[in-house]
């Protein structure tokens, strides 16, 4: 057997490639930024060729580190979900940028449907599992064919193909060969019937998208087809894909009915599996598909489904203090800066940047800051806004517990953010519970690699990648019941002036 696997994680703000072993570990690893486009408010663009350019360069970056290519036993790929290309089938050149899972052009789009067929509204909710909203890639499909000149006319003559970026990134690997998705990316397009595993063709015909534009759909470990390298690796199954979030419930071995984790990213993403029943929310979370691995005689088993709550901007946040409003240089400073101050100074922010997720689902909410006084000094504000990522999660977590009917007693974290300290140490103190951070938070990715695995017989089963996981650190609340409850309030109190503000309650 070789000796690695290689992950590609293509992010919201940069595309990553990471080498791990068989034990887990990191080998290898190389990541660069590409470009954010913000052509009006509340529109999120990405570049396609640089998306795919930033990820080839990471891959061939680390496999020079490795000068080992043909070691590679297979690649897993974990990507941003609802992000939305099309690009012609023939050429391969995208028809426009990609449209970004953050990027709200399309509110009134959906405030229509939701106004003028709610019939269509619950339909959409019980096969989808998921409300209607501009987050999900149908009415960006809708916009791109809308709003390109000629674009419509030639989805319906079969010239044009929709992805979402995993799909994008097989087509660039396989040369234009393969066209396909998993059922995580797919479950997230606002289109695919979760129960059936089939695209929907009522939500097709009301969004006018031709079921020609459409991934094959299939599992998240299989082989989709091969990637060459030349003389770096040739004929590398690319063996496993997974959105980001679900890649991370499975790289943190929550591969059990009850078991749950926060992923600490651009957004903040709660995930619970809940086994082989998709549970339908009645107080905003979403309802979606879990990582699911091909059996072994080549057929797909049952799926598993999980419970899910977005927050949209999380570690997005913190990036708008460096690149925003330029207070902060880098990002592990602000764990420093939020210890050096007591607390906020009563300043509460809510990072409603492209609007709120659940459990709100406001597209039309923007942030606010709220609080201010002539005391409050840049310590204050950068600390306000690592605990409005805690204070989010909360909100997520409450109504997790009450879907489930359980408590979540501890939380397993990964993704960039959860290596922040202070801000691991303020989510326990809200939640009143502990906070399990791994050895290797790179669990999106290292999810990814363990899917892609699986499938070649790298690891023989999940037994043996949970004995993989390890814990680096403990957090336990260090706050009263009295205080907790006062700093949730106020963080309450803050949610609702947003909600006011963009016209909820007027």
């Known amino acids: ?180 998705t998993d059922y995580t990316n797919a479950s997230r397009t606002m289109l695919f019937d979760i129960h059936k595993l089939t695209w929907d063709e009522r939500i097709l015909s009301y969004f006018d998208i031709p079921a020609s534009m459409l991934p094959q759909v299939r599992p998240s470990s299989c082989i989709y087809g091969y990637a060459n390298f030349g003389t770096l690796g040739n004929n590398i199954p690319i063996s496993g894909a997974a959105g980001d979030q679900q890649a991370a419930l499975f ?117 606010m800051m709220v609080g201010l006084t002539g005391g409050v000094t840049r310590e204050h504000i950068i600390r306000a806004t690592l605990e409005s990522i805690a204070y989010q999660t909360m909100d997520v977590l409450e109504v997790m517990e009450k879907e489930a009917g359980v408590p979540i007693r501890e939380l397993k974290v990964d993704g960039g953010a959860s290596a922040n300290d202070f801000l691991m140490q303020f989510q326990s103190d809200l939640l009143g519970g502990n906070v399990l951070r791994p050895v290797c938070i790179e669990t999106t990715a290292l999810g990814a690699a363990y899917l892609a695995g699986l499938t070649v017989g790298y690891w023989k089963d999940k037994q043996e990648i949970r004995d993989n996981w390890l814990l680096q650190k403990q957090f336990t609340p260090l706050i009263g019941d009295d205080l907790r409850r006062e700093r949730i309030q106020g963080w309450k109190k803050a949610v609702e002036a947003t909600l006011f503000f963009a016209g909820e309650n007027d």
Not at 65 to 75: K, M, P, R, T, V
Not at 115 to 134: A, W
Not at 256 to 261: D, H, P, V
Not at 264 to 289: A, P
Request: aromatic share 8%.
């Open 251 to 367: 790289g943190q071995c929550a591969f059990e009915k009850g078991e749950a984790k926060n992923t600490y990213g651009t957004g903040c993403f709660l995930l619970m599996n809940t086994g082989s029943e998709s549970v339908s929310s009645k107080n905003g979370l979403l309802t979606t598909i879990g990582a699911g691995c091909e059996s072994a005689d080549n057929q797909s088993g049952p799926v598993q489904y999980a419970l899910e709550g977005s927050v949209f901007i999380a570690g997005a946040a913190i990036q708008w203090l460096r690149d925003g409003i330029r207070i902060i240089e880098k990002a592990p400073e602000t764990q420093a800066i939020c210890e050096s101050v007591e607390d906020t100074a009563g300043v509460y922010l809510v990072p409603a940047f492209s609007g709120l997720g659940a459990p709100y689902w406001n597209p039309h909410a923007r942030g």
């Open 1 to 180: 057997m070789k000796q690695y696997i290689m992950s590609l994680d293509q992010g919201t703000t940069s595309s990553r490639c990471i080498i791990f072993d068989k034990q887990g570990n990191i080998r290898a690893k190389a990541q660069k930024e590409y470009t954010q486009i913000y052509p009006k408010p509340g529109w999120v663009e990405h570049n396609p060729k640089e998306i795919w350019s930033s990820q080839y360069s990471v891959m061939m970056e680390v496999l020079t580190q490795l000068s080992e290519g043909e070691e590679i036993a297979a690649i897993g790929i974990t990507n941003q979900r609802e992000t939305t290309i099309v690009w012609d089938r023939n050429t391969g050149e995208p028809i426009s940028n990609a449209i970004c899972w953050q990027c709200r052009r399309t509110a009134d789009v959906i405030d229509d449907l939701r106004k003028n067929d709610p019939e269509l509204c619950e339909h959409i909710r019980e096969v989808t599992g998921l409300l209607p909203d501009p987050y999900f890639s149908a009415s960006k499909i809708a916009w791109i064919l809308d709003h390109v000149e000629g674009a419509r006319e030639r989805a319906r003559a079969g010239e044009l193909l929709f992805g979402t970026v995993d799909s994008w990134l097989i087509w660039n690997l396989t040369a234009g060969k393969i066209h396909v």
